[in-house]
């Protein structure tokens, strides 16, 4: 029986008590409800609760351990962690950035759950445990058993490479695997599944208890929103406003976008997942040009809906991976793209500025509907890092999106969810979002000062910052450093920032238009003529913070940090490395690049 139809004429409970159990259980999710059920029923068994709560903790705790770059490995983490607790299993849920390595060496079972970014980088909470492994101050596991999960895009050369390592590291110290590492790609939620059934099962029998006995030991939280990644929130569009000029290269939009009544919050730093529609024209164009209908019915996720509402919603389109070429050739008896699978590298600048569509236009072939659809990746959402502080706009939130959009083989080209903010969606229409929480990008306490470097759409987060520290009257310091390409076209939220500089509120700024004379001046290089100041703003404790392009951009920034501090410091160039190390072990160092 539903708890929504117990009534107290079916049960032994009162009137009162139906109402309270079924507020209580009201927004419980699937695990959480199993958990309450084990925990009441272990209740059950004895009339002195007081004997339930006491009851021994098994003597072996699972440790879950996550590095985290954008909040996906950490969220997969909780999930796993929170189906441990469910089956009995006493779970301690660590981030990598603040686990302690000397406890490294009385671990007895231990899963590591990790994204891999950028060129095989580690995320930045998981650097410190990463070099920590490799180092030779890593003590010897013997004793230790573990499991791997990776997070990874296969459109990257090393795809997975900081889970490798963490296995390769841990296997080298004497720990036993006990399940073989399994590394997912951007639609990784089935593997996660099937990977986190595998190792609970081989767990439980060596450490679950009953499960009333660790409920009040585990160590997991579970009080979240009810809207995610899963469940998104129905929102509404209230604004997609063009903030660059006529005589912009980019088209950038300003954002807004309702919460009401959502009960949904967020904190700067956070991002908003936004889950979009594929453009029915490219959808359209697509069926026809592999010799399919439409509207034939196809299975998605165990319903049957149309092979064009399956493009539109749920497989990805714009973004091209290796996988789809390769199998798209097989099915096609094309040598030429199976062949392009062989080299790495020939691949990777194959699909670098190609599409799907491109793919199919550029070697027509046709196709089932099962063989299309098992070619292609499943749809996800895109992040986005959010402009605004709820303390400034409520129940809003706001978005800095660059549309892409660029001429490739003679055909204008889109990026989907860009082009579905600004383009297909009109001012009233509802959308899908998201709150992706980012405990990686946090501003610090008030009275300390931040030093915010965000070119381009990197400004996003730092709108957010400066909002929040304005309605916090916060007593430390602002210091942004801004780039773009022409100061006319491209200074974004120009007046705002303006405003925050008369009233005090951003104290420094720094702006770097690379177009606006014949030698082109970035961020790194103001960050290099301001190296003076800005190595004493770190030495009095600064927050230093760097949001934006991370294949280029957050490279040059950080080596012309390295120089500032090295020179301005007198240090070595190890030294200066190190200083910065120090300073993101410290979360005095945070990024948040894509």
């Given at each position: 029986?539903?708890?929504?139809?117990?009534?107290?004429?079916?049960?032994?409970?009162?009137?009162?008590?139906?109402?309270?159990?079924?507020?209580?259980?009201?927004?419980?999710?699937?695990?959480?409800?199993?958990?309450?059920?084990?925990?009441?029923?272990?209740?059950?068994?004895?009339?002195?609760?007081?004997?339930?709560?006491?009851?021994?903790?098994?003597?072996?705790?699972?440790?879950?351990?996550?590095?985290?770059?954008?909040?996906?490995?950490?969220?997969?983490?909780?999930?796993?962690?929170?189906?441990?607790?469910?089956?009995?299993?006493?779970?301690?849920?660590?981030?990598?950035?603040?686990?302690?390595?000397?406890?490294?060496?009385?671990?007895?079972?231990?899963?590591?759950?990790?994204?891999?970014?950028?060129?095989?980088?580690?995320?930045?909470d998981a650097e410190q445990l990463h070099q920590f492994l490799a180092s030779k101050r890593a003590p010897k596991l013997a004793g230790l058993e573990f499991a791997v999960l990776g997070l990874g895009d296969t459109s990257y050369e090393f795809y997975c490479q900081t889970a490798i390592d963490f296995e390769l590291r841990l296997s080298a110290l004497?720990?036993?695997?006990?399940?073989?590492?399994?590394?997912?790609?951007?639609?990784?939620?089935?593997?996660?599944?099937?990977?986190?059934?595998?190792?609970?099962?081989?767990?439980?029998?060596?450490?679950?208890?009953?499960?009333?006995?660790?409920?009040?030991?585990?160590?997991?939280?579970?009080?979240?929103?009810?809207?995610?990644?899963?469940?998104?929130?129905?929102?509404?569009?209230?604004?997609?406003?063009?903030?660059?000029?006529?005589?912009?290269?980019?088209?950038?939009?300003?954002?807004?976008?309702?919460?009401?009544?959502?009960?949904?919050?967020?904190?700067?730093?956070?991002?908003?997942?936004?889950?979009?529609?594929?453009?029915?024209?490219?959808?359209?164009?697509?069926?026809?040009?592999?010799?399919?209908?439409?509207?034939?019915?196809?299975?998605?996720?165990?319903?049957?809906?149309?092979?064009?509402?399956?493009?539109?919603?749920?497989?990805?389109?714009?973004?091209?991976?290796?996988?789809?070429?390769?199998?798209?050739?097989?099915?096609?008896?094309?040598?030429?793209?199976?062949?392009?699978?062989?080299?790495?590298?020939?691949?990777?600048?194959?699909?670098?500025?190609?599409?799907?569509?491109?793919?199919?236009?550029?070697?027509?072939?046709?196709?089932?509907?099962?063989?299309?659809?098992?070619?292609?990746?499943?749809?996800?959402?895109?992040?986005?890092?959010?402009?605004?502080?709820?303390?400034?706009?409520?129940?809003?939130?706001?978005?800095?999106?660059?549309?892409?959009?660029?001429?490739?083989?003679?055909?204008?080209?889109?990026?989907?969810?860009?082009?579905?903010?600004?383009?297909?969606?009109?001012?009233?229409?509802?959308?899908?979002?998201?709150?992706?929480?980012?405990?990686?990008?946090?501003?610090?306490?008030?009275?300390?000062?931040?030093?915010?470097?965000?070119?381009?759409?990197?400004?996003?987060?730092?709108?957010?910052?400066?909002?929040?520290?304005?309605?916090?009257?916060?007593?430390?310091?602002?210091?942004?450093?801004?780039?773009?390409?022409?100061?006319?076209?491209?200074?974004?939220?120009?007046?705002?920032?303006?405003?925050?500089?008369?009233?005090?509120?951003?104290?420094?700024?720094?702006?770097?238009?690379?177009?606006?004379?014949?030698?082109?001046?970035?961020?790194?290089?103001?960050?290099?003529?301001?190296?003076?100041?800005?190595?004493?703003?770190?030495?009095?404790?600064?927050?230093?913070?760097?949001?934006?392009?991370?294949?280029?951009?957050?490279?040059?920034?950080?080596?012309?940090?390295?120089?500032?501090?090295?020179?301005?410091?007198?240090?070595?160039?190890?030294?200066?490395?190190?200083?910065?190390?120090?300073?993101?072990?410290?979360?005095?160092?945070?990024?948040?690049?894509?």
């Amino acid at each position: 029986m539903l708890l929504q139809q117990l009534s107290s004429l079916s049960s032994p409970l009162s009137d009162q008590q139906v109402t309270s159990l079924q507020q209580a259980t009201a927004n419980m999710s699937a695990v959480e409800l199993s958990w309450v059920s084990g925990y009441l029923a272990g209740l059950a068994q004895s009339s002195d609760q007081s004997a339930i709560v006491a009851a021994p903790v098994p003597s072996a705790t699972l440790t879950v351990l996550y590095g985290s770059q954008t909040g996906n490995a950490k969220g997969v983490a909780k999930q796993v962690a929170e189906a441990a607790t469910a089956q009995g299993i006493n779970v301690s849920l660590v981030s990598m950035a603040d686990y302690k390595t000397k406890a490294l060496k009385d671990e007895t079972h231990l899963l590591v759950i990790v994204s891999t970014h950028g060129e095989g980088e580690a995320p930045d909470d998981a650097e410190q445990l990463h070099q920590f492994l490799a180092s030779k101050r890593a003590p010897k596991l013997a004793g230790l058993e573990f499991a791997v999960l990776g997070l990874g895009d296969t459109s990257y050369e090393f795809y997975c490479q900081t889970a490798i390592d963490f296995e390769l590291r841990l296997s080298a110290l004497g720990a036993k695997s006990i399940l073989d590492r399994r590394d997912c790609d951007v639609d990784y939620d089935s593997d996660v599944l099937a990977w986190q059934g595998q190792i609970i099962e081989l767990l439980n029998e060596t450490l679950s208890q009953p499960v009333a006995a660790t409920a009040v030991s585990a160590g997991v939280a579970t009080t979240t929103s009810q809207y995610s990644k899963q469940n998104p929130l129905s929102a509404t569009l209230l604004a997609s406003n063009k903030i660059t000029g006529r005589g912009a290269n980019k088209d950038v939009r300003h954002i807004e976008i309702s919460l009401e009544d959502s009960g949904l919050s967020y904190q700067p730093g956070d991002a908003l997942g936004v889950w979009f529609d594929n453009d029915p024209i490219l959808v359209n164009e697509l069926i026809e040009l592999v010799g399919l209908q439409a509207e034939q019915l196809v299975n998605v996720n165990d319903q049957e809906i149309s092979l064009a509402q399956a493009l539109i919603q749920h497989y990805e389109l714009t973004q091209l991976h290796p996988g789809f070429v390769s199998t798209y050739g097989e099915a096609t008896a094309q040598s030429n793209l199976v062949e392009l699978g062989t080299d790495k590298a020939v691949m990777r600048e194959y699909i670098a500025n190609r599409q799907v569509i491109d793919v199919i236009r550029q070697n027509r072939g046709s196709l089932s509907s099962e063989q299309l659809l098992a070619a292609l990746r499943k749809l996800t959402p895109r992040l986005y890092s959010i402009a605004s502080s709820v303390s400034e706009v409520d129940e809003e939130v706001h978005l800095t999106v660059a549309v892409v959009e660029y001429d490739a083989f003679d055909k204008a080209h889109q990026g989907a969810a860009s082009s579905y903010l600004s383009h297909r969606l009109a001012e009233g229409d509802t959308l899908r979002v998201f709150v992706e929480h980012n405990d990686n990008f946090r501003l610090p306490s008030a009275d300390k000062s931040v030093i915010m470097i965000g070119p381009g759409t990197g400004i996003a987060p730092f709108r957010s910052f400066l909002q929040q520290r304005d309605n916090d009257d916060a007593s430390g310091q602002n210091w942004l450093f801004f780039g773009n390409q022409h100061f006319t076209d491209d200074f974004l939220y120009q007046t705002e920032l303006q405003d925050f500089q008369k009233r005090g509120v951003l104290n420094r700024i720094d702006l770097a238009f690379s177009r606006d004379q014949a030698h082109k001046v970035y961020v790194q290089d103001r960050i290099k003529e301001q190296g003076k100041d800005l190595y004493q703003w770190l030495e009095d404790g600064a927050s230093l913070y760097i949001c934006g392009d991370g294949n280029q951009m957050a490279k040059d920034v950080h080596q012309a940090l390295v120089e500032a501090i090295e020179l301005h410091g007198n240090k070595t160039n190890e030294q200066a490395q190190q200083y910065l190390t120090q300073l993101k072990t410290d979360k005095r160092y945070q990024k948040d690049v894509y």
